[in-house]
């Protein structure tokens, strides 16, 4: 081979490598703009991937709900303590305050009120007890200042009396109190506690 053959083959093969270079550049750029700007496609879950999706989230929320129950009765000593259903649950005079938050748990709700209407509904739960009540509530918890208790009875009379008696009593302290408005919100409260 002639130098001069030798210098066109280099020349070739250095325009071929050139060219590789610059195809594959322009490959791999053109692999990443595809992949920004590919837009994922999305797939809803179907029917069986959803209800497994809500029994894993009731689940989650049952464990968060027992948990919570677990550490409010650790060490506590209550009539109902080992009642594991609605219609073997005891009303009486000697239930306490763990008495209600146990009926919350079997009812699968949480107490949202102020301890100090604990003896005010302890009192509404023996009234509608004494009126045929099944035992079933959905929730427990204060609105607009006063008791809301709803529960699955035929006896509107007595939870409206005992939502009226909660407009009378501290929410905080079960003392004497008086319902007002303040900052647009409606508390139920005594002297001490109105002004905290």
């Known amino acids: 081979m002639t130098p001069n053959t030798l210098l066109y083959c280099g020349a070739i093969i250095l325009i071929v490598y050139l060219l590789v270079k610059q195809l594959l550049k322009q490959y791999n750029e053109s ?14 879950p179907g029917p069986e991937e959803q209800a497994a999706q809500r029994e894993a989230l009731q689940r989650a929320i049952r464990d968060e709900r027992d948990n919570y129950y677990n550490i409010l009765f650790a060490g506590q000593d209550f009539i109902n303590k080992n009642t594991t259903a ?27 009120m102020g301890k100090g209407w604990n ?42 009396k005992y939502t009226a008696k909660s407009k009378t009593i501290c929410e905080i302290c079960g003392r004497p109190g008086k319902f007002f408005t303040a900052n647009s919100w409606d508390y139920t409260r005594c002297d001490e506690h109105r002004r905290t």
């Not at 692999?31 to 700007?37: A, M, S, V, W, Y």
């Not at 590919?38 to 797939?43: D, F, L, N, Q």
């Not at 609605?86 to 938050?101: K, V």
């Open 31 to 44: 692999k990443i703009n595809r992949q920004i700007n590919s837009k994922p496609v999305y797939s809803p």
């Open 119 to 160: 003896e005010l509904v302890l009192q509404l739960m023996r009234e509608l007890d004494q009126a045929g009540w099944n035992r079933e509530v959905s929730s427990i918890k204060e609105k607009f200042g006063e008791l809301r208790f709803y529960a699955s009875t035929d006896h509107e009379d007595i939870l409206d």
């Open 86 to 112: 609605l219609d073997r649950f005891i009303i009486n005079g000697e239930m306490n305050h763990n008495d209600l938050y146990k009926l919350a748990q079997l009812n699968r709700i949480k107490v949202e």
